[in-house]
């Protein structure tokens, strides 16, 4: 495995990270580096999965970078420990991810083949109303992809902002209101990190 930079002292991490909090964008990239150490460790643990090592260090160091951007320094914790946990969650995501790509039978699969000779596929034989099942399919896979992007895509906050007013993971939905009561900020606030989402969400549809 390729050589990393050395972490950073506890003092280092305090100054680049105030550094950063000031604007600086040479400090979050230093703060990145200096903890790349710290992703190699982590893939590690995942390199039996037969997954290449290359692609886990990007997908690790991804979740390093969210750990920066969202590190708040004033939980009285170190953004090691922090990062710690985004790397593995990332990794961890795509590995479900894909796991479950894998199990998934495509429904254009050719399962045999009629009387005449004639290939039959899984959509064939599928029991649906007439045009339905392209639209179902259409749907069921804008929902994955939904859910995918919100994971990977937001910040923990706009994460339980959507979460909270569209009832996503079968929560109960609330009004901005009740959600800016609850989170203890201000609607129209609510209302910002909702319309952000969003928009970082539409991209993708």
């Known amino acids: 495995m ?14 680049y990270m105030q550094k950063y909090t000031e604007g600086d964008l040479e400090a979050k990239h230093i703060l990145i580096e200096r903890n790349l150490r710290l992703v190699a460790h982590i893939v590690k643990k995942y390199q039996s999965f037969e997954e290449d090592t290359e692609d886990l260090l ?6 390093l970078i969210k750990a920066v951007v969202t ?8 953004l090691g420990t922090y990062a710690a946990r985004c790397i593995e969650n990332e990794i961890l995501m795509h590995l479900r991810a894909k796991k479950k790509s894998s199990r998934e039978i ?4 050719p399962i045999g083949t009629d009387r005449e000779g004639n290939e039959i596929q899984l ?16 749907l069921r896979d ?3 992809m939904l859910y995918y992007r919100v994971e990977s895509e937001l910040s923990p906050r706009e994460r339980l902002v959507l979460k909270m007013r569209y009832g996503l993971y079968n929560e109960e939905e609330y009004t901005q209101r009740e959600i800016a009561k ?5 609607r129209s606030y609510v209302s910002r990190i909702e319309k952000s989402a969003i928009e970082k969400l539409r991209e993708y549809f």
């Open 142 to 144: 804008d929902i994955r």
């Open 2 to 15: 390729k050589s990393f930079p050395q972490p950073l002292t506890a003092a280092e991490e305090r100054y």
């Open 123 to 138: 959509f064939d034989i599928i029991e649906t109303e007439e045009d339905d099942a392209h639209k179902k399919v259409e």
């Open 106 to 109: 495509s429904l254009y699969e």
């Open 182 to 186: 609850q989170l203890g900020i201000s």
């Open 71 to 78: 590190f708040n320094p004033d939980k009285c914790v170190r």
């Open 58 to 63: 990007s997908i690790g160091t991804i979740g």
